[in-house]
């Protein structure tokens, strides 16, 4: 078993807050604290970026957005203006999630071409997340899925957007093996939805994640303590 | 209660589908299938953005109107990505839209940025009807009031109740809508109605259309009465 200080785990971390109706004043001060502990992101909803933007100021910490949140079941184009003005209002990563849809019916060209347009529209100066929504995806659609959106320019590929309506079983070890095995060393593994614990985060590490999306950031850096 | 025959119910009916997110073309095509659009002439029949495209000719060759949903299903996107949304569902055939209303700043007590968010989508979607989401099961009645009155400053006079996942609507949120707007404002109850009875007890407190992707038993049950 691999120990806590084999990684930094705050710099791992994107620290999530992605709370339905969450006012500006619980995002500010959920970013404040992000900070003061360090964390490599906050990821919030666009709607959010410029409290974020303002509350991460002259600090270390990045601020993600989500693009298509929850459901992915936007046009190719409207995610890339999505994305495009999320950079706009000061976003320096952006989680998109893919037309899962797609990936359900096995159209896995259509993948790819809606990652290369939001991923030509970033360019290189900005990481491009795609959530694939692998608890809704057969093993053969994960396949598909991750190694599409690799092709289309993806710099990580995310697991799951942990989006409470739809139930979704939480990330597992298991699924980023899977990743892990079959895409490029180069392109990262975000494990997300349901890894809420020191021991799933450092469970997930020790397999391949590269990044964690959580909301319990915090609680997992004073656990390892 | 009223008893509603089935013309009469499914004319005020929003269909959508159930069961699995991220609907691929054949579950999209079984559904319309299902609830029989060559019978039945709904209010509108509800898709995915994604599927406008897809689906446009095929609701509009039976008779049926298509509405999609614009930053569904958490009201966390900014102005401009409604924007484009809008645009995009409506160059691609959408008679409605169902707009979300951003949530954060009506907590946050940012009532000018609802009102404009809201007012900039009306006027994108020109003569098509709009409806707004304003999150009935998470405000209380004092709020719902606040919230369907700034929508109406907006200058749009149909309300949704909820976006579904989780968020349950009851025929009180209808029943408080109804007596302080009276005529000034349409309802539509969305969000856990499932049964006949449901549909009933909200038309019953002046709901003008309801959302179900229950539609068959909900129809099934009418004709039976």
């Known amino acids: 078993m691999t120990t806590t200080t084999t990684y930094d785990l705050k710099q791992v971390i994107d620290n999530t807050n992605l709370t339905m109706g969450a006012t500006r004043k619980e995002v500010g001060e959920f970013v404040t604290a992000s900070v003061k502990r360090g964390f490599y992101s906050v990821c919030v909803f666009p709607n959010m970026i410029p409290t974020a933007r303002r509350m991460t100021a002259g600090t270390k910490t990045k601020v993600a957005a989500v693009v298509s949140f929850p459901l992915g079941a936007d046009t190719p184009e409207v995610k890339r203006y999505e994305a495009l003005n999320c950079i706009e209002l000061g976003a320096d990563e952006i989680d998109l999630v893919i037309n899962v849809a797609e990936a359900r019916m096995g159209h896995f060209d259509a993948i790819t071409a809606e990652v290369r347009t939001v991923k030509n529209a970033l360019g290189r100066d900005h990481i491009l997340k795609t959530i694939i929504e692998v608890p809704l995806l057969t093993k053969d659609q994960v396949i598909g899925a991750a190694v599409a959106a690799e092709k289309g320019g993806a710099d990580i590929v995310k697991t799951s957007t942990g989006f409470k309506g739809l139930q979704l079983r939480a990330t597992t070890p298991e699924d980023v093996q899977l990743l892990r095995s079959i895409l490029k060393p180069q392109t990262g593994i975000k494990a997300s939805g349901g890894v809420s614990t020191l021991e799933k985060t450092l469970a997930v590490l020790n397999v391949g994640a590269t990044r964690i999306g959580t909301s319990s950031g915090i609680a997992i850096l004073d656990a390892a303590k | ?225």
């Open chain 2, 1 to 225: 209660m009223a008893v509603l025959g089935i013309e009469t119910l499914a004319s005020v009916i929003d269909a959508s589908i159930g069961g699995a997110p991220a609907a691929t073309e054949e579950e999209v095509l079984s559904f319309f299938g299902s609830i029989q659009l060559d019978k039945h002439k709904f209010a509108a029949v509800r898709v995915e953005p994604s599927y406008v495209k897809f689906a446009a000719n095929y609701l509009h060759d039976r008779g049926q109107r298509l509405v999609t949903v614009i930053s569904y299903p958490l009201g966390a996107m900014t102005t401009v990505a409604k924007v484009i949304q809008a645009e995009q569902a409506l160059a691609d055939g959408a008679d409605e839209l169902d707009v979300a209303m951003d949530l954060s700043a009506f907590r946050s007590g940012d009532y000018q940025q609802v009102v404009d968010d809201l007012r900039i989508v009306r006027r994108t979607a020109g003569d098509r009807v709009v409806k707004a989401i304003y999150y009935s099961a998470v405000l209380t009645d004092q709020e719902s009031i606040k919230a369907a009155g700034l929508i109406l400053d907006a200058g749009i006079t149909f309300l949704k109740t909820n976006p579904g996942y989780g968020n349950v609507t009851t025929p009180h949120h209808i029943a408080v809508i109804k007596k302080h707007f009276k005529d000034d404002l349409k309802v539509m109850a969305s969000g856990g109605v499932r049964t006949y009875d449901d549909a009933v007890a909200m038309i019953d407190q002046g709901a003008d259309r309801i959302a179900t992707s229950s539609v068959s038993s909900i129809l099934d049950r009418s004709s039976k009465r």
